[in-house]
């Protein structure tokens, strides 16, 4: 790969179709653990929202290194949220249900975390490295 960034929407483009696919992933693998009986089915909605938190934030984690900062992050959070109300709640004629606000909470929440850990922080202490190698360098 080369050295240049590439644009910010397809950066969030490629995050959101990797959280959509580990969703996706996820979601198989739960649905095949419940109909095997391991796991049972009121134990479904919590892992469908604990995979959805993470499926958020493994998407957000690359989204927030992009042009974006931190704010590709909730970029594709919002995104990823907006894609499972039209996929998932959009169909249903009674609106969507407490579950479904909390699980569209754990998505925001994956993608705030995920944006807290690509804040400014890393990239100051960077900084700090170069220069002092620079410094080490020129002595």
Known sequence: MSGKKKPAGKQIALCLLLTAAVDGLGVLLVTLLAVKGIVG????????????????????????????????????????????????????????????????????????????????VGKRSNKRLVKSYKKLRSV
Request: with cysteine; proline share 4%.
């Open 41 to 120: 089915e009121d134990r479904v909605p919590q892992a469908l929202g604990a995979l959805a938190f993470c499926a958020a934030f493994a998407g957000g984690l690359p989204a927030g290194k992009g042009r974006l900062g931190p704010g590709g992050s909730l970029l594709n959070a919002g995104a990823f949220a907006l894609l499972l109300i039209l996929l998932c709640f959009g169909g249903w004629g009674e609106g969507i249900a407490v579950r479904g606000l909390i699980l569209l909470a754990l998505i925001l929440l994956g993608g705030l975390l995920a944006a807290l850990l690509c804040g400014k």
